[in-house]
């Protein structure tokens, strides 16, 4: 069996990730005292989802996810925790704390040339996404740099192919797929850039999503800025190969949105690198403002959720207001928290536009002066308050968890007030697309008709996500893709045997 990765690392989005994962009613979240039952997650999800996905597959999900997760932890080296998080909305009903797993750290034992060819993320620490929140000793984190120690996505796509490496599973990096090959209307293998593979068993499409492709996101997410924080590989070409063998695609217009920004010649394999931005917009003394120097949309919201705000659009102007956006905020705010990854020890850069005057900066904006002060004026009066009366931030558990516990009455509401004050811009961006093949709760690719290409499965972000526009909690993109492959890797095992 053998693994053919179109870059020269492996490991995909997934590896830099923040490695949660979203699955309701597992065992994880209940060893750590979370309550959950698998009706619950039913009901939220028909309210994630609009009613626009098949309930049969969610409830497939909802099954198999748990499953998945026992799996993981017998079959690998991988273990894990529950994160102390509630879901993306935490007031609708069904929601619940603890659904999100992460790996514990996790220290790779393979070898060298291997271990190599590991993607991880250069812009995250050896910690979890609660030692990052909470602290952790400097020695500690030196400690685990020199054993090579792996946290978040980068551990569990360490462990992943640890566990396939030691089953025999080959990997061949540099190794881009050029075509699918059939007979008799079947997949038998693939085409690549080394020669042909044959899989008898059946091929499984992970090529992610389509993010990269310029052709292909004017074609399908047309209008909308695309500014993607994953690696540069994922430029939809299983996508392609599977259309163009007759495949049905579903929730083509939509992405994993994210707020986002960008650091002048940062890169990453040679294109632009697009960092997202979270935390720092629902800290206290931060705001998020238009053109129009105006707010848009509840700053401490779910980056997916906050992110579909950027690509609303007005008939009256014709236009898309919310582009460009700004993240504003004041010396405090710059002296008191890391923003933009500046620390907040280091002076300001250059691209963090820099000004003494609300107005002054306004004017460096090119953005409404007027708009911007009364923004301002309105938010510092809520920030007293400790009550949005806007966008109600702070309002719910969700925010709270980005905000500062330490700042009353609200952990995400303070004033704006003694200059200098610093504008970074706030690009539309994206984790991915969450657009691709329809497959069956198997991830059996599926035709426009209903029937399916024999032999060929799909998952990750090359097959449509079950969540629609939505995006459940932290790991909701990981929770049903692993459990997808948890599924297809059954359904080929019990083909071999027939």
Aim: net charge negative; charged share 20%; aromatic share 10%.
């Amino acid at each position: 069996m053998g693994v053919f990765e179109k870059t020269s690392l492996i490991g995909g989005t997934t590896a830099i990730s923040g490695g949660g994962i979203w699955i309701p009613n597992n065992h994880v979240m209940h060893a750590s005292g979370f309550e959950d039952q698998e009706t619950d997650g039913e009901i939220y999800l028909a309210r994630l989802t609009l009613g626009e996905t098949d309930p049969n597959l969610l409830r497939d999900f909802l099954k198999a996810g748990p499953e998945m997760l026992r799996f993981l932890e017998r079959q690998s080296d991988l273990r894990f925790f529950s994160v102390d998080r509630p879901d993306y909305h935490p007031g609708w009903p069904g929601a619940r704390a603890g659904r999100s797993v992460e790996p514990l750290p996790f220290e790779p034992e393979m070898e060298r040339t291997l271990f190599q060819k590991l993607r991880y993320s250069h812009l995250r620490q050896p910690v979890t996404s609660t030692e990052g929140r909470e602290g952790l000793a400097p020695e500690i984190i030196a400690e685990r740099r020199q054993r090579n120690v792996r946290t978040q996505g980068a551990g569990l796509a360490a462990g992943l192919v640890q566990a396939c490496a030691r089953l025999g599973v080959q990997f061949h990096v540099d190794a881009a797929a050029t075509a699918l090959s059939f007979e008799g209307g079947c997949c038998i293998g693939v085409e690549t850039i080394a020669g042909s593979a044959s899989a008898r068993a059946g091929v499984v499409l992970s090529t992610g999503g389509f993010e990269w492709n310029s052709a292909l996101v004017s074609a399908y997410l047309s209008g909308f800025s695309s500014a993607p924080t994953t690696p540069p590989g994922n430029e939809g070409d299983g996508l392609r190969f599977a259309l163009e063998a007759g495949a049905a695609a579903a929730n083509m217009t939509e992405a994993w949105w994210t707020a986002a920004y960008r650091i002048p010649e940062d890169v990453l394999d040679g294109k632009p690198l697009t960092r997202n931005m979270v935390r720092e917009l629902a800290l206290p003394g931060s705001i998020m403002v238009n053109r129009k120097g105006e707010r848009f949309v509840n700053e401490a919201s779910s980056y997916n959720d906050l992110g579909m705000a950027f690509n609303a659009f007005d008939p009256g102007s014709f236009s898309y207001p919310n582009r460009p956006a700004w993240l504003i905020f004041d010396n405090a705010f710059k002296t008191r928290y890391a923003v933009a990854s500046i620390s907040p020890e280091e002076p300001a850069p250059d691209w963090m536009v820099t000004a003494g005057s609300i107005a002054e900066l306004a004017h460096k904006l090119c953005i409404s002066a007027e708009g911007l002060s009364a923004t301002v004026g309105r938010f510092n009066a809520y920030a007293l308050e400790g009550h949005d009366l806007d966008f109600r931030r702070g309002d719910d558990a969700h925010g709270l968890y980005y905000g500062d516990s330490r700042h009353l009455p609200n952990a995400c509401l303070a004033a704006i007030g003694v200059g200098p004050f610093y504008a970074v811009e706030i690009l539309p961006g994206n984790n991915g697309t969450k657009g691709g093949l329809k497959t069956t709760s198997l991830g059996e690719v599926v035709r426009h008709d209903g029937s399916l290409i024999g032999g060929l499965f799909a998952c990750g972000n090359v097959a449509a996500s079950i969540f629609g526009k939505g995006y459940p909690g932290h790991g909701g993109s990981l929770g049903p893709i692993l459990t997808a492959a948890y599924k297809v890797g059954t359904e080929i095992g019990a083909n071999r045997l027939r």
